[in-house]
């Protein structure tokens, strides 16, 4: 189970240009869900709205995360200080306060793929209760991939390619955590995010273009969401993978 954090229009959730968080967060869960699904037996459900329009409250993603039968939760969160540009920053993961030991093992796991993917100051595992960690229902994390008001995190923060990899890196962590196998007839190269694009044409469907590209429509969906939901626009681009 994963969510990308708070919606696009969450108030105050923005670095100082004016850059929402929603979309640093959406971008490593949707490299974390693209690599995720590429493990035999995994499942990903995003209990979040994924078109970042809608702030589905914190007890409703927790309860769907439960009813779907979900073994983890990972919520993707960037953070800020004072929301003025500073020399702060670095990456930090937290558990519930008193978290269990599947909890505090599956922070160990991520938070060094944290740390690596994203190359920032290393602020460690901390701990908390905020709604969507705190609870006994499954093991459950929450990243905070470095700052948003940070002059020097920023700027991984807005390279997509960073955050994507950074992103499959967390899935590694938690396949290798898990014990999971990856299904190498349908494994991507996890430091080649987004390279390839479709201009849309009359007559392009989901169905056509997962057949032409050799990619599933639940693929499209993940890697367009800011496009999928919508009518597909002729002469708009899809990134395929």
Do not use: C
């Not at 670095?15 to 490299?31: L, Q």
């Not at 994203?118 to 705190?134: E, F, M, P, Q, S």
């Amino acid at each position: 189970m994963a969510d990308a954090g708070h919606a696009i229009n969450t108030p105050g959730k923005r670095s100082p240009d004016g850059e929402r968080e929603w979309m640093f967060n959406n971008e490593i869960a949707s490299g974390f869900e693209t690599r995720m699904i590429q493990y035999k037996d995994a499942k990903v459900e995003r209990v979040d709205d994924r078109t970042g329009v809608v702030d589905v409250p914190l007890a409703e993603r927790v309860n769907k995360a439960v009813r779907l039968g979900g073994k983890a939760y990972i919520s993707f969160h960037h953070n800020a200080y004072l929301g003025v540009w500073g020399s702060h920053g670095g990456t930090e993961t937290f558990t519930k306060e008193n978290p269990s030991t599947a909890s505090l093992a599956l922070a160990n796991a991520v938070h060094p793929a944290l740390v690596k993917g994203y190359g920032l100051k290393d602020r460690g595992i901390k701990h908390t209760n905020w709604h969507v960690i705190n609870h006994h229902h499954m093991p459950a994390v929450l990243i905070e991939g470095g700052f948003m008001d940070s002059t020097t995190d920023i700027q991984v923060l807005r390279n997509k390619d960073k955050l994507r990899t950074a992103g499959a890196l967390v899935a590694d962590a938690i396949a290798k955590h898990y014990s999971l196998v990856l299904n190498t007839t349908t494994a991507l190269q996890t430091t080649k995010t987004m390279n390839r694009t479709h201009k849309i044409v009359p007559g392009d469907t989901l169905w056509s273009l997962s057949q032409k590209y050799n990619v599933s429509v639940k693929q499209l969906e993940i890697n367009n969401p800011e496009t999928i939901p919508h009518n597909l626009q002729i002469g708009g681009l899809l990134h395929i993978d």
